[in-house]
């Protein structure tokens, strides 16, 4: 049974308190194998609540990009129609001539609210973190599983307890490099979509050019 099965928000920091507080309740005197099995179910579940935070954001920035790009298509395809209709007939299609514009306006508003709060981009980040975190996680489980197959009926000298401390320093250090990298191109393309959107707005004449 996981220790974290009553924690429902997987981004909350009670998981990193609860984890040190179980590395912290570990049992050295019980036996070294069965201890180094309790810190290894304790970070494999909190690595493993990483996985859920990307798999839940991931979803949630897929509708969102649906929902915007889908609208952008539908208000763009109207507002470039309604040229064409006036043009074919302008008596019967006079009314609806000024709204092109406003359409498109909505179109490429709605693809720069896509850019600017990463849902395309975002969606993309999650899904590449998300597999990659449980392809470490793998990694990770089945390296533990060949070890603790060499030593599960015998006590762990000191060359034995290094090598299984270098698979979970291992496993740490991949885990928060996925999770590092994601964030900062997650920063770096924030910076970058509101950097192109203040590039675009109209620039305010100084008082001192009046």
Request: aromatic residues 12%; charged residues 25%; contains cysteine.
């Amino acid at each position: 049974m996981w220790p974290f099965r009553k924690i429902s928000r997987v981004e909350d920091p009670e998981r990193l308190e609860k984890f040190l507080s179980i590395l912290e309740e570990v049992d050295w005197s019980t036996g070294q194998v069965n201890a180094l099995n309790q810190v290894f179910k304790a970070l494999n579940e909190l690595v493993h609540r990483e996985v859920l935070f990307y798999y839940k954001a991931r979803k949630k920035q897929r509708a969102f990009s649906i929902f915007t790009r889908g609208l952008s298509v539908i208000l763009g395809s109207v507002g470039a129609m309604i040229p064409l209709l006036s043009a074919a007939d302008p008596v019967l299609f006079k009314s609806v001539t000024p709204y092109g514009y406003p359409f498109l306006v909505g179109a490429l508003t709605l693809l720069a609210v896509n850019r600017m709060f990463g849902a395309t981009g975002g969606h993309i980040r999650y899904v590449t973190a998300q597999l990659e975190l449980e392809r470490i996680v793998t990694k990770f489980r089945l390296d533990w599983v060949q070890w603790s197959s060499r030593h599960i009926f015998s006590t762990c000298r000191e060359s034995t307890l290094e090598d299984a401390f270098t698979l979970l320093h291992a496993f740490v250090d991949s885990a928060y490099r996925v999770i590092q990298e994601e964030t900062t191109v997650w920063g770096k393309s924030v910076s970058e979509a509101l950097r192109e959107y203040e590039s675009r707005l109209p620039k305010q004449p100084n008082r001192e050019e009046k």
